[in-house]
């Protein structure tokens, strides 16, 4: 762990280094010049901004909210809340209302307001598929279904959804993101404003497994790509190869939906990063994780980028850096579940859209704890309109208090913790809706949590009547960076917490060496404010309703 303190006094050095107006000319342009990219260490990422590790505290605007005369609520709500990022639609009918003549003012307005308040942006390119639907593709594309075909059913009917199939559908899309890649490329190729693309938005299809128009059928009856097989092996036994009926079964019409839908994205994102090399991901309406896997029954969109299916488009989009989850169920089971299955060591975490409502800011601390590269509630802008029962109520300064809170304790600490989160170093919980205690596990530690307790005295058990204010609903959350031999960062609320020994510290007497409360400034500095003892360590280390920053340091000792 020495040379862990080591990495962790030279990352903050670097970060001193980077932020530091004395900086040398030389050195501001070999920052300028690193393009925005993911890094990966041991399965453990990091989105790489201006040549340091960056997490992304963001917010994502309305649908509508994409226009140059509706930004100033949504830079209003980002500031309340805190956030380093915008995510924002940028729509095919905007820029392209008539086919071949290109207007990119909204870009141009979009980008040079995120300057001036200091934002990052991630485009979201809705383009053939915005939920599924064609509903921001130009007028000349969605109406021209001889041209732009859609899908059709086992019926022959056709369905709202444009078909993956669709040649002349793949070459307009293609056409027009490429016009928006290369506008970012030339108005943003300095100041790296675009940080990372979106390409479509939750793609698939409600109602259909698949397209069984004729061209679709031909398709269908290929044998699987190669890539596919050795990418995604059938749910249950089947021929090693063959057509998609032949090796994956009752799963094939899904699975080749997926890879089909996949192909297209795939298309549309390589052809963009040969004009402008940004990472770009899909997003994911989800299914349900904790649902046994089954063949698709009507019960999610088919095709998109489930975690079933991360494997074939792997395989299928290369030019993807990763599937990441959108999440409105509020269940903390769901939420966890749904974690577990996209966070792999072939697929970075990251919670591009979340419900706003304030029962989702406690997964905060769990989703960057487990070292995401970035969180963005949806309808984080204060437009007119509440995405009610799906989000909060609340359309003003109260909806972006709760993520506000969460997001300003952050904000000091985002590069080192996106560098610790790389070197794997941190964890996170959120209090689930059981409220029963949880445990975070670390070299020499366990740090354990329990909910609804007071600052002071024993444990309150789940039959009290007398509980803590502002707790009548789970809350509460940690996350902790471990950045040296039993020395802690933890940020969190409405927690209690004990540090136990573990492995070569198992049933070692400890004790703490220092409690500080307090935050890290614009440089990466600690600058402590208190230190805790006697009572406010007596009874574990109780994090209050405010979102708290705590450097902890425990030891152990002999008799």
């Keep these: 762990m020495k040379k862990n303190r080591l990495l962790t006094a030279m990352c903050a050095l670097a970060m001193l280094a980077a932020n530091a107006e004395a900086a040398t000319p030389s050195a501001t342009s070999a920052r300028a010049a690193a393009m925005p990219h993911l890094v990966q260490k041991d399965g453990h990422y990091a989105l790489i901004v201006d040549g340091a ?29 805190h956030a380093n990022t915008l995510e924002i639609p940028i729509a095919w009918e905007q820029i392209e209302p008539v086919e071949g003549k290109f207007d990119f003012s909204y870009v141009d307005t979009l980008l040079a307001q995120a300057r001036q308040n200091h934002i990052r942006l991630v485009p979201l390119w809705f ?45 307009a899309d293609r056409k027009a ?34 397209d069984y128009s004729p061209a679709a059928e031909a398709a269908f009856r290929q044998p699987v790509p190669a890539a596919v097989l050795e990418h995604k092996k059938p749910p249950l036994p089947g021929a090693a190869g063959g057509s998609w009926s032949e090796v994956y079964g009752q799963y094939a019409d899904e699975y080749f939906h997926a890879y ?43 095709g998109g980028p489930s975690f079933d299916v991360i494997d074939i488009y792997r395989a299928a ?17 769901k939420v966890t579940a749904t974690l577990d299955k996209f966070q792999r060591p072939d697929n970075a975490l990251m919670v591009p859209e979340m419900s706003n409502a304030a029962s989702y800011a406690r997964y905060v601390y769990q989703i960057l704890g487990r070292g995401s590269l970035g969180i ?23 909806m972006a208090a709760p993520f506000g809170a969460i997001f300003a304790a952050f904000r000091p600490v985002e590069h080192l913790w996106a560098q610790w989160a790389l070197e794997g170093r941190t964890r996170g919980i959120a209090e689930s809706d059981a409220r029963t205690p949880q445990s975070m596990a670390f070299a020499g530690w366990t740090i354990k949590a329990s909910f609804r307790q007071w600052q002071m005295g024993g444990e309150v058990g789940p039959d009290s009547k007398d509980f803590p204010p502002d707790t009548e609903s789970p809350n509460g959350g940690v996350a902790v960076a471990q950045i040296g031999d039993g020395e802690f960062i ?25 409690v500080e409360e307090g935050q890290f400034d614009a440089s990466g500095k600690w600058v402590m404010e208190r230190n805790w003892n006697g009572d406010q360590v007596d009874s574990g280390l109780n994090l209050p309703g405010k979102p708290t920053v705590l450097k902890v340091r425990i030891r152990t000792y002999s008799y």
């Design 53 to 81: 590790p960056f997490v992304m505290l963001g917010g994502q605007a309305h649908n509508s909210s994409n226009y140059p005369g509706a930004l100033k609520q949504v830079w209003a709500a980002l500031k309340d809340a």
């Design 127 to 171: 383009g053939t598929w915005k939920n599924t639907s064609p509903s921001y593709a130009p007028e000349w594309v969605k109406f021209d279904n001889r041209r732009f075909p859609r899908m059709l059913g086992k019926d022959g009917k056709p369905s709202y959804c444009l078909s993956p199939l669709g040649e002349q559908t793949l070459k």
């Design 177 to 210: 993101f490429v016009a928006l890649m290369t506008h970012i490329r030339q108005i943003d190729a300095k100041q790296h404003t675009v940080i990372m693309v979106q390409v479509e938005n939750e793609v698939g299809t409600w109602g259909l497994a698949r």
């Design 260 to 302: 089909a839908i996949a192909s297209y994205i795939e298309e549309v994102a390589k052809a963009g990063r040969a004009v402008y090399n940004l990472p770009m991901y899909v997003n994911n309406a989800l299914r349900d994780p904790l649902e046994p896997m089954a063949p698709w029954k009507n019960n999610f969109s088919a």
């Design 317 to 333: 989009a290369p030019h993807i850096d990763l599937a990441a989850p959108d999440f409105y169920s509020p269940e903390s089971s």
């Design 376 to 398: 963005a509630p949806f309808g984080l802008d204060y437009a007119d309109y509440s995405n009610y029962p799906l989000g909060a109520k609340a359309k003003d300064k109260t």
């Design 490 to 514: 933890v940020i969190g609320q409405h927690a209690r917490l004990w540090f136990d020994g573990a492995g070569a510290n198992a049933g070692k007497p400890s004790g703490y060496a220092r």
